[in-house]
């Protein structure tokens, strides 16, 4: 796998079922530059069991990028769609301007999701989900965001917002799967 720190948080629980996506998040909180405290910060949050939250990989600004719940787990993260999705939370605002992505930051995300893609034979395109009988069902495997899934009738969550750069996102995982990270 790509270059990461290991930090296992307890909140996860066995995976039943498929991965079909992987899910980007923004972790609406600030980044700070030249330090870790925010990741920490996040661990700690995603460790406290009251919190009944995690996610699989969060990145900062700097592309410092920490495991907290390994991919064949899962994270509890996106709700409806937690069975079938791995999920990055990305040190950023939903509502960040297009130039505020830090380029490091998306480059590291895209490592992971080369390294996903190979490893669980996901498609690099973005995916969609819709909702079917009052399930989130996965109808083109990818990538997708949070957002996503509430645009499906699930949750409220509008995070990464559309300033995210899913095309260089995206564009940055071919190469890195082709290429390696």
Not at 40 to 64: C, E, L, M, T
Not at 163 to 174: A, G, I, T, V, W
Request: hydrophobic share 35%; charged share 20%; net charge positive.
């Amino acid at each position: 796998p790509p270059a990461h720190e290991t930090h296992i948080v307890r909140n996860q629980s066995q995976r039943r079922g498929p991965i079909l996506a992987v899910a980007v998040h923004s972790t609406e909180s600030a980044d700070l530059p030249g330090t870790t405290d925010d990741l920490k910060a996040i661990r700690n949050w995603f460790d406290n069991p009251v919190s009944q939250a995690s996610s699989h990989i969060g990145i900062d600004g700097q592309g410092n990028t920490e495991l907290w719940v390994h991919s064949n787990r899962k994270a509890w993260t996106i709700g409806a769609a937690n069975s079938w999705t791995l999920n990055i939370e990305f040190v950023a605002r939903a509502a960040q301007a297009p130039d505020a992505w830090e380029e490091a930051q998306i480059k590291a995300g895209a490592r992971w999701l080369a390294y996903w893609a190979i490893k669980y034979g996901l498609p690099i395109q973005k995916a969609t989900c819709r909702n079917v009988n009052g399930l989130c069902v996965c109808t083109r495997k990818g990538v997708i965001r949070h957002s996503d899934v509430t645009a499906a009738g699930f949750g409220t969550h509008t995070d990464p917002g559309n300033s995210f750069p899913m095309d260089d996102f995206l564009r940055y995982m071919r190469y890195y799967k082709q290429n390696g990270w």
